[in-house]
């Protein structure tokens, strides 16, 4: 059974960089897009960022120059590299991932920014 499992969350000033990871577990076959999306509280969930299996991505554009999408087939993990944080990213970050012909998501982690 696929499982994305999430890490690299927490807290962090302003201006400060965060890392999550996500990893495809469970799958022989390499995710077709991998991605994450975030849910402020009593917000829906929105895009943040998606990249493909040969590389190509998509940024919301409220991180596009934050943010960095990345991946490595190998392992079925992809990676987001925030930086430049602000306290309007502070939500619950979710990944995502399309593997053959099925939808699976992680469980989600907090990200927190101080002002």
């Known amino acids: 059974q696929v499982q994305l499992v999430e890490s690299g969350g927490g807290l962090v000033q302003a201006g400060g960089s965060l890392r999550l990871s996500c990893a495809a577990s469970?799958?022989?076959?390499?995710?077709?897009?991998m991605g994450w999306y975030r849910q402020a509280p009593g917000r829906q969930r929105a895009l943040v960022a998606t990249i493909t299996s040969d590389g190509s991505t998509n940024y919301a554009d409220s991180v596009k120059g934050r943010f960095t999408i990345s991946r490595d087939n190998a392992k079925n993990t992809a990676y987001l590299q925030m930086n430049s944080l602000k306290p309007e990213d502070t939500a619950v970050y979710y990944c995502?991932?399309?593997?053959?012909?099925?939808?699976?998501w992680g469980q989600g982690i907090q990200v927190t920014v101080s002002s």
């Open positions: 469970g799958s022989i076959f390499v995710a077709r897009v």
């Open positions: 995502n991932a399309f593997i053959q012909f099925y939808e699976y």
